[in-house]
């Protein structure tokens, strides 16, 4: 009888936790064959979260932090921590400017990107990088899948959220479950190919739709966010949820991206695995 790819049932929502976790512990032995990793992270005023973050961040070959001029402490607590991060201070005007410029200065082949304040768990980087490993250009969380889950979300967010994925698959031909979520790891390659110009939270959505928008294959992958270690988020609900509305109508009407095959370093097309997100035509 045949057994399906652990992986391919993780994303499709069945439950196969042990499977999955025979699967990384396998992955995990072959680590050295693995591409390497910038772990990205924005920040203004996370000093206490990061004391929880960096010690977890042990598994990623660089680290780049882009603070917004914090006034806590952020920086010499990085430094402290990780002497080995690259630290990029540059002034408050947004995440999506910050995430941008970390973007920017990554040198590993995949950079995985998460919030400073705790929420999003370092330990599941190695499913992320799995799906990358498996062809995929862009490997967004989703705190929908099996697995996955949410212990921060208000009620009126996850409406929000809700209603903003459902016209976001409207509007481009997807199936995702989770617009809205900042965990998303990306091959350095792909990055230019999502023209990214977004100064705000709505950058986590340009980045999905610009994805399709350049033809790039796409996954989803579950994950649990906790809430905030410490301190109080940036986030305004109704101001950045208007501004990811606009951002992914405004785009719709753009014409589509440049766009180019995904290929293995073969020169073969990458074959459909997972959760296959695809552009609309």
Excluded at 99 to 118: E, F, K, Q, Y
Excluded at 146 to 167: E, K, Q
Excluded at 198 to 218: D, K, P, Q, Y
Aim: aromatic share 6%; net charge positive.
């Amino acid at each position: 009888m045949h057994t399906p790819d652990p992986l391919v049932r993780a994303t499709s929502g069945a439950r196969t936790t042990p499977a999955l976790h025979r699967h990384r512990l396998d992955l995990s032995r072959r680590r050295t064959q693995w591409p390497t990793v910038t772990a990205m992270i924005p920040t203004l005023n996370e000093a206490d979260n990061l004391r929880w973050l960096l010690p977890r961040l042990t598994a990623v070959d660089e680290i780049v932090i882009v603070d917004g001029e914090s006034t806590d402490g952020t920086v010499e607590i990085a430094r402290l921590l990780r002497p080995d991060a690259r630290i990029i201070v540059e002034p408050p005007t947004g995440k999506g400017t910050a995430m941008r410029t970390g973007m920017a200065a990554a040198t590993s082949d995949v950079i995985i990107m998460l919030d400073a304040d705790g929420s999003m768990d370092p330990a599941e980087f190695d499913a992320f990088l799995a799906l990358i490993c498996r062809g995929f250009d862009f490997v967004k969380g989703t705190r929908y899948g099996c697995g996955g889950g949410s212990d921060d979300l208000t009620g009126l967010r996850r409406l929000g959220n809700s209603l903003l994925t459902r016209l976001a698959n409207l509007l481009y031909r997807q199936h995702w479950s989770d617009l809205c979520y900042g965990y998303v790891a990306v091959r350095r390659s792909a990055v230019d190919r999502l023209r990214l110009e977004s100064t705000g939270f709505e950058i986590e959505t340009e980045m999905c739709v610009n994805a399709v928008r350049a033809g790039l294959r796409i996954a989803e992958v579950a994950s649990h966010e906790t809430e905030r270690r410490f301190g109080e988020s940036n986030l305004n609900t109704f101001r950045d949820g208007w501004r990811v509305l606009r951002t992914m109508v405004r785009l719709r009407f753009a014409g589509p991206l440049d766009r180019e095959p995904a290929r293995t370093p073969s020169g073969r097309r990458f074959t459909t695995l997972g959760t296959d997100s695809r552009g609309a035509e």
